[in-house]
């Protein structure tokens, strides 16, 4: 397996506070990695680390594009006062070192939020082709001439709008393109929400509780979509979520923080399984596990 996401010795101190201790661990291509852990865990910290909301106190994380190579140019990356290498056969980024714009346009990572945030009064074919923002405005030489579709705009106006269309269907938000989005039902909202962070055309895709307030039957929907994303678009997914039916079906490779440590890292069985996972979740010492799943039926 080829990794593309590399977080080492991740730490994030607020004042005295340790939200996350020294975290590694690695995202591969084409997989369906899963970041769960009890609340407070820090899992969200980590997220906003990734994406460059945090700096973080310690820690490196890097991020390659184009072929596994690459990753040969990471000490040399690192040692220089520099954010990212490109050579012909791929690209090398230091997340730690770029602002979130950079790490959404460039590093070409997206991520949606645990509360939703679109654009609720604009359209939802609108709220698709404001995250095509960039390329548009780099086709209209960030001049008037985008406004008569003149060029090299009109073709990339037209790829938007083809974009955007794919991701109404995949959603099945179509018939309702020209609606408000604050106007969906919930479920389609979280269902918009991916599919705007899709359209940057990401390589690593973050979704923080993506199934939070969701019904089984949305839940199953939002599992599909998911699937879809990683086979059909290339697309690495890292999700945090709380909803361990999620979790168990659709990833390949689960972490468990707790208190912003590392307790588990492997695949989803064996961390189903773990002993300190079950106690984390229960909230009890290793030594109670056994005693407290034979109380409650486990």
Known sequence: ???????????????????????SFTTNRGDITALIGPNGAGKTTVFNCI??????????????????????ELAALTQRDARSVA???????????????????????????QNIRLFSGMSVLENLLVAQHNPLMAASGYTALGIFGIGNYGRAERAAIAAAR??????????????????L???????????????????LLCLDEPAAGL?????????????????DHNVSVLLI?????????????????????????????????????????LGVEDKEVGRVEAEVGL
């Open 1 to 23: 397996m080829t990794a593309l996401l590399r977080v080492e010795h991740l730490t994030m101190r607020f004042g005295g506070l340790v939200a996350v201790n020294d975290l």
């Open 51 to 72: 994406t460059g909301f945090y700096k973080p106190s310690e820690g490196r994380i890097a991020l390659a594009h184009g072929a596994p190579e690459i990753w040969e």
């Open 87 to 113: 050579r012909g056969d791929g690209a090398l980024f230091l997340l730690e070192r770029m602002p979130d714009y950079l790490v959404a346009h460039r590093a070409k990572v997206a991520r949606t939020f």
């Open 166 to 183: 794919h991701w109404l269907d995949l959603t099945g938000l179509t018939d309702r393109a020209d609606d408000p989005a604050g106007d």
């Open 185 to 203: 039902p919930y479920g389609a909202q979280r269902r918009l929400e991916i599919a705007r962070a899709m359209c940057t055309e990401p390589v």
């Open 215 to 231: 019904n089984p039957r949305e839940t199953a929907e939002l599992n599909e979509l998911i699937l879809r994303i990683r086979s």
């Open 241 to 281: 979520e709380h909803d361990m039916s999620v979790v168990m079906e659709i990833s390949d490779h689960v972490v468990v923080l707790d208190y912003g440590v590392k307790i588990a890292d492997n695949v989803p069985a064996a961390v189903r399984d773990d002993p300190k996972v079950i106690a984390a979740y």
